[in-house]
């Protein structure tokens, strides 16, 4: 297979030049947390950890966690190793409970953030040749800025649409013929729909692939995506804490994303009780990040949850992967008393052929919890037929059981009634007041 690596010095290096990195540079990191941040200052002292004691990766375990809470408590900038003047950019998340998470970048920081997506660029395909459109935000969230940096880093051109305009877009993928679409997946999917309902053949657009991220989503919505786009669609995932997106990236065996783990160092671990899980274990995924400057955050808890996997890659490339992430530790919603992910209800409607339009609506009446799906017929599906409309409903709801463990009500609505997303969609709606 074709591996289009940006840095084949280390994207392909092998396992001893790898650790040698690591560890050199967690060792400069933990003495840099240690004598800059006064946050790990004192929680080194309180654990008992001189810097010194850190020797190599392998010694990564004693040292303490990160969370999104000691961001929150330092807010904005208490985490920040390096004055104000060396700080080039501020981005934050939103987060929908409490203070935004701000985060900051030196020259340097910037530069490994643009490689690993340039990284990302290039494991999907691309060139310096090709226009890299980005309709991810931008402003304060770092989907935006952080592919367009990547995009120029490779070379390639960046072209700065933003999200929202839906037809204004389309125009653009005609018109300047852009070549790889870069958005969340369910605007890319938003997208595709869109072409299909303005009678446009995406197998006449010059767009050939399609880095998609920012949110959970399934196989099914890509084999959806896939189709109505007609291009390759290629996972992407990272967050602000750690650096934005680039974090990991698909090669072109689109299964798992590579780490750029040259730069931020990945475990997986028991969320409950700390200790680090083997590869193939689902557990919290955690970041070091062993080469920042301003933001060096130690074993931050992504709250993500998915495994990691050494396994030889077809592409060449020998960093880590992580399997697609199921979900967050705080978006499993505990129904009567069962986990349900979104991720394995998206599962479910695609198989059966559902578009991926879904709305999780939890309530909770007479203290029993109740858990409806409202799922948008298609083209396809689409009958004012109350008897089809029925037995489609009951073999989702059966589907559902199977696959959860709960029974769920479904609920057919008409095609384009929900609503649509430019960024990251909204799937669940919890009326119950825990
Ligand atoms: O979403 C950064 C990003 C932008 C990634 C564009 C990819 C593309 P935050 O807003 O801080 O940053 O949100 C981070 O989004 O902890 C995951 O829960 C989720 N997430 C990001 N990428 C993926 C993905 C950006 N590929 C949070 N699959 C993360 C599943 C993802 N979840």
Partial sequence: MENNCFQPEIECADLKTLRKVQSDRLVSMVKRCYEKIPFYHQKFDEMGIKPEYIKSIDDLSKLPF????DLRDTYPFGLFAVPKEELIR???SSGTTGKQTVVGYTKYDIEIWSDSVARAIAAAGGTKEDLVHVAYGYGLFTGGLGIHYGAER????????SSGNTARQIQIFQDYESDILCCTPSYAAYLGETCRDMGIDTKELPLRAGIFGAEAWSEGMRENIEKLLNIKAYDIYG????????????????????VCEDYFYPEIIDSDTGEVLPDGQQGELVFTCIAKEALPLVRYRTKDICSLSHEKCS??????????PQGRTDDMLVIRGVNVFPSQIEYVLTKLGMEPNYLIVVDRVNNHDTLEVQVEMTANTFSDSVKVINKLESKIAS??????????????????????????????????KL
Avoid: F, W
């Fill in 90 to 92: 501020v981005h934050a």
């Fill in 66 to 69: 990160t969370y999104k809470t």
């Fill in 239 to 258: 967050l602000s804490e750690i650096a934005g997106p680039g974090v990991a990236y698909e090669c072109c065996e689109q299964n798992g994303m590579h």
């Fill in 399 to 432: 589907e559902l059981k199977t696959t959860l463990n709960i029974a769920a009500k479904v609920v057919l609505v008409e095609p384009k009634t929900l609503a649509r997303s430019e960024g990251k969609a909204k799937r669940v709606l919890d009326n119950r």
């Fill in 154 to 161: 490779l070379g390639a051109t960046a072209l700065p649409v």
């Fill in 315 to 324: 592409c060449g490339r020998t960093l880590v992967k992580m399997m697609k």
